[in-house]
């Protein structure tokens, strides 16, 4: 979310601009610092929509959103028409199509097995660094996550949660109270009310994602209630069994892994979050849905630039497009020759007669690269920079890897990735000593929970040897995390790998100090280390 709103060809945003500034402003008066985020826009209008929704305290209004998103579908990119070519940085031209056509660009290459890509990890053909691209997309996300240095939101979020278990509007977003009228805002920071809210999916419902994400990547189980989700959620696990996680493992995840580390052993440096912890991830979410090795690091791009709706909606929209059309080919190839990889495993899944549509396995893999590649960098990220800044602790884990499980989970407690999550009330509900209105909206601050005073002793520190509680950082109830266990998986074999094959692995004393940065996402953008 940019500072600077941005106005897509109207030169009128000066008005936006400066009801911006005053929401910059009466954050700063609260906290004393400057807030490096704001609201997203697309144009003019739009900017005058949400600033208005902003002043009214109900920023994340269904109806709002819905209002600037059908202005937003005057766009190329939302319309059916074509999109702008673009290039990826292999130097092939390629065409995006807009959601809403069937035509499909045969030009655009065919996607490849699983068999084959572990192929292209097992003969070393993959190629690992990212593109300046994808850094730029990166980088352009951060920045509009409202990434400023090394600020954190948690001692803002330890004032909330001292107060009160759930307050009034949205107070890290600089919005401290409801208007009279309208939809109410409320947040939820401590570790019960934010396990309270998830628990009961039945009043604290995710039908608020169908306004928000729905436009980006088509129906998915995220705005789904029971007992649709229940049957569509038992579809997608389809292709999380564990009979193929553990041949993922072994054929895919380590693979890839082991030669990754390996191509930097020599070196005796590298900047472990640039040259392990971004790329990986993607690319083995990339293999098990079939992309081609020519296109992953274009569609690292667009994954990120799709994540990234809140700063650039237009952009989002582009790329959201492009994926798209792109998943029509490889679908329409596995529904013709059924191929060993997770697209044609939810192609063919059936659950009492219930199938997947076209559209449902489109918006899985838009939400999957996207999701979950950003969240197992960040993790990964963040639990290698509490180790090195924590050598007893990184010594203690090279020496007995049985206590690596309990580091991952103290990882992404001590770091959530990814901080919060809305639900909109289905009822009337007295919540935590707050009359909260039915249709309201809710946030639920996981980073917030996961520091509470109550439940854990001494939470700003990182300690692997802690007493292991389990925390939220995955959510909970219905709507946990269904990609979890790969996560988890991916985690074991990055650590594993780098303490096995990197002695001596520490911090770069030449490099500038490593620190952790994001108000809503949240890692350490570099992780500068040597090795003997």
Not at 40 to 62: E, I
Request: net charge negative; hydrophobic share 40%; charged share 25%.
């Amino acid at each position: 979310m940019s500072t600077k709103l941005v106005d897509a060809g109207v030169d009128q945003y000066d008005e936006a601009n400066k009801v911006g500034q005053e929401f910059l402003d009466r954050y700063q008066d609260r906290y004393g610092r400057r807030r490096a985020s704001c609201v997203p826009v697309v144009n003019y209008d739009v900017a005058r929509t949400l600033l208005q929704a902003l002043t009214d305290a109900h920023p994340l209004s269904p109806r709002g959103v819905k209002e600037a998103l059908e202005r937003v579908k005057m766009s190329p990119a939302a319309s059916g028409r074509r999109v702008r070519e673009f290039r990826s940085e292999t130097g092939r031209a390629e065409r995006g199509w807009a959601p809403g056509t069937s035509s499909h660009d045969n030009s655009m290459p065919k996607a490849s097995t699983l068999t084959s890509s572990i192929a292209s990890v097992r003969n070393n053909r993959m190629t690992d660094e990212l593109t300046q691209g994808v850094k730029d997309a990166q980088a352009k996300f951060d920045a509009g996550m409202g990434a400023d240095g090394d600020a954190s939101p948690y001692p803002m979020l330890n004032e909330l949660r001292a107060t009160a278990p759930v307050h009034h509007g949205w107070p890290e977003m600089g919005i401290f109270e409801n208007p009279e009228e309208g939809q109410q805002i409320f947040s939820a920071y401590t570790f019960d009310a934010v396990k309270a809210v998830f628990t009961d999916n039945k009043t604290f419902s995710t039908r608020c994602y169908e306004a928000i994400v729905r436009p980006l990547q088509g129906p998915t189980i995220l705005e789904m209630q029971e007992p649709e989700h229940q049957v569509y959620r038992r579809l997608h696990e389809f292709a999380f069994a564990r009979s193929s996680m553990r041949r993922w493992e072994a054929e895919l995840v380590r693979p890839l892994v082991e030669r990754t580390v390996e191509r930097l052993r020599d070196a005796k440096r590298a900047d472990l979050v640039e040259e392990v912890f971004m790329p990986i991830p993607v690319r083995v979410i990339a293999a098990l849905i079939g992309l081609p090795e020519s296109d992953i690091p274009e569609f690292h791009r667009l994954a990120i630039q799709l994540l990234g709706f809140q700063a650039d909606m237009d952009t989002a929209l582009k790329a959201s497009a492009q994926l798209r059309e792109y998943f029509v080919g490889i679908l329409a190839d596995r529904r013709r020759e059924p191929r060993d990889d997770m697209v044609t495993v939810l192609a063919g899944a059936d659950v009492d007669g219930v199938r997947m549509s076209d559209e449902q396995i489109y918006g899985f893999m838009r939400n999957l690269l996207p999701a979950g590649a950003e969240t197992t960098s960040r993790s990964t990220a963040s639990l290698a920079f509490g180790l090195l800044t924590h050598p007893a602790q990184l010594a203690a884990l090279v020496a007995d890897r049985g206590l690596l499980p309990q580091a991952i989970e103290e990882g992404i407690r001590w770091e959530t990735p990814l901080l919060n999550f809305m639900r909109q009330t289905t009822r009337d509900v007295e919540f935590h000593g707050v009359a909260i209105p039915e249709d309201s909206m809710v946030s639920v601050n996981l980073g917030s929970a996961n520091h509470d005073e109550a439940r854990w002793d001494d939470p700003e520190r990182f300690d692997i040897f802690r007493e292991r509680k389990p925390h939220i950082g995955f959510g909970h109830g219905a709507h946990v995390c269904i990609g979890m266990h790969l996560a988890r998986l991916e985690s074991t074999l990055f650590f594993n790998t780098l303490f096995d094959r990197l002695p001596g692995l520490r911090l770069d004393p030449d490099a500038p100090p490593p620190y952790v940065a994001g108000m809503h996402f949240r890692s350490p953008p570099h992780l500068n280390v040597v090795w003997d």
